[in-house]
Each structure stands twice: as C-alpha cells, then as structure tokens.
C-alpha cells in the first residue's frame, strides 16, 4: 500500500468512527428519552449509563483524532473495540436490527488502528502489527 492511500484510507476509516461516536454521543444527548426508553425497554440496561457514556464516546473520538499520546490513543481504541463489540451483541441478543453500523464501526476502527503508524508522526508501540507479521 503506497503512503498515500494508506493516508486516505486511515483518515476515512478514523473519520468515519468518529463520526459514528459523535453522532452516537449528540443522539444520546439530544433525544435522552428515546435512549432511556430504548435503554430500558428493548436491551434491558440501566439508563444511569447513558450520559456517561455520551461524555466518553465524545472523549474517545476526540482523542483518536487529535492523538495527544500514544497510550491514551491506544486505551482509546481498545476500550472503542469492546464497546462496539458489546454494542453490537448486545442489539443481536436483543433481536434489534441496530446492530450493523456497530459492525461497521468496528471494522472501521480496526483499520484504522492497522494504519496509523504509516500516517502519524507519533508512533503507537502496537499499531504496526499489520507489518510485524509480514
């Protein structure tokens, strides 16, 4: 992969999680009703968690994007792959048809996190194990 489709792939899959993330955070703030109610009703989960997580999912986009550190991006990434893992069994389970953008979420965030190194200055100590293995 030459250095610039890496890029364009790297900022298109890091854009497109972070779209989803803020986009999540704004709906869960905006329309805390329906969340709650949704929350409740259909995935059986404690609504206390809503705004907290509205807070983190705006944390977590912010930091993949702006990249402060290395160790606060990568527990960024991390903690954005078990989300949207639980996020997605957890709409399966529920027999909701809300999971597929997590899916692609996800898959998202995994490619992004295999091509960071090739396009940020600072360097994760785990994000090139796309070329270790090779």
Same mark, same amino acid.
Do not use: C
């Given at each position: 992969?030459?250095?610039?489709?890496?890029?364009i792939t790297y900022w298109?899959?890091?854009?497109?999680v972070a779209l989803v993330y803020l986009? !999540?955070?704004?709906? =869960?703030? @905006?329309a805390h009703d329906m969340v709650a109610g949704m929350y409740? !009703?259909?995935?059986? =989960?404690? @609504?206390?968690?809503?705004?907290p997580l509205a807070m983190l999912k705006i944390v977590a986009a912010v930091v993949i994007l702006w990249r402060p550190s290395t160790f606060?991006?990568?527990?960024?990434?991390?903690?954005?792959f078990w989300h949207l893992m639980?996020?997605?069994?957890?709409?399966?389970?529920?027999?909701?048809?809300?999971w597929p953008p997590a899916i692609v979420a996800w898959i998202a965030l995994i490619v992004s996190f295999l091509?960071?190194?090739?396009?940020?200055?600072k360097k994760s100590p785990y994000g090139d194990l796309l070329y270790r293995a090779a």
């Open positions: 992969m030459s250095d610039k489709s890496a890029k298109a899959a890091t854009g497109l986009g !999540g955070a704004a709906f =869960y703030i @905006t409740e !009703g259909l995935l059986k =989960y404690p @609504t206390y968690i809503i705004w606060l991006s990568d527990f960024a990434y991390a903690a954005m639980l996020a997605a069994s957890a709409h399966m389970a529920a027999g909701d048809p809300g091509t960071q190194n090739r396009v940020r200055e």
